[in-house]
C-alpha cells in the first residue's frame, strides 16, 4: 500500500519562507514524477509544480516560478517544495502527488497540509 504524508506547512506573513515535504512509503519511488498541488478555499486543485523520478525533468506553474523550487531525495523517498517570498494568494491546502510508472498521470495523493500567508 502507498502512502504519501506531508509535513511542514503553517502560517507566515507576505514574503516569507516555508519548505514543505512529502515523504513516500511504498511501492517503487525513483521511477515515479512527484508533484505538488495546491486548493485554495472555493477554488479548484491547481498544479504548482512537478520533478522526473531522476530529477532532471522539473516544471512549475506560471504563478510560482522564480519564488518555488522542487526537489527530491531518492534515498529518503522524499519530494520537496521550498517556497520563497510567499504572497496571500499562495494560501492553500498543498497536496503531493506520485504519477504512475513513466507517466504524467497522478495516481497516488497526500492527505495535504495548509499554508496560511497573512499579515
Same mark, same amino acid.
Given at each position: 500500500?502507498?502512502?504519501l504524508v506531508e509535513s511542514g506547512g503553517g502560517?507566515?506573513?507576505?514574503?516569507?519562507s516555508l519548505?514543505?515535504?512529502?515523504?513516500v512509503f511504498g511501492g517503487t519511488f525513483n521511477n515515479r514524477r512527484g508533484g505538488w498541488f495546491r486548493?485554495?478555499?472555493?477554488?479548484?486543485?491547481?498544479?504548482?509544480?512537478?520533478?522526473s523520478g531522476g530529477g532532471?525533468?522539473?516544471?512549475?506553474?506560471?504563478?510560482?516560478?522564480?519564488?518555488?523550487?522542487?526537489s527530491r531525495d531518492n534515498a529518503k523517498r522524499t519530494v520537496y517544495l521550498q517556497m520563497?517570498?510567499?504572497?496571500?494568494?499562495?494560501?492553500?491546502v498543498y497536496y503531493?502527488?506520485?504519477?504512475?510508472?513513466?507517466?504524467?498521470? !497522478?495516481?497516488? !495523493?497526500g492527505q495535504g497540509t495548509q499554508v496560511t500567508v497573512s499579515s
Open positions: 500500500q502507498v502512502q502560517s507566515v506573513q507576505p514574503g516569507g519548505n514543505v515535504s512529502c515523504v486548493q485554495a478555499p472555493e477554488k479548484e486543485r491547481e498544479f504548482v509544480a512537478s520533478i532532471s525533468s522539473i516544471d512549475y506553474a506560471d504563478s510560482v516560478k522564480g519564488r518555488f523550487t522542487i520563497n517570498n510567499l504572497k496571500p494568494e499562495d494560501t492553500a503531493c502527488a506520485t504519477a504512475q510508472v513513466n507517466s504524467r498521470n !497522478w495516481y497516488y !495523493w
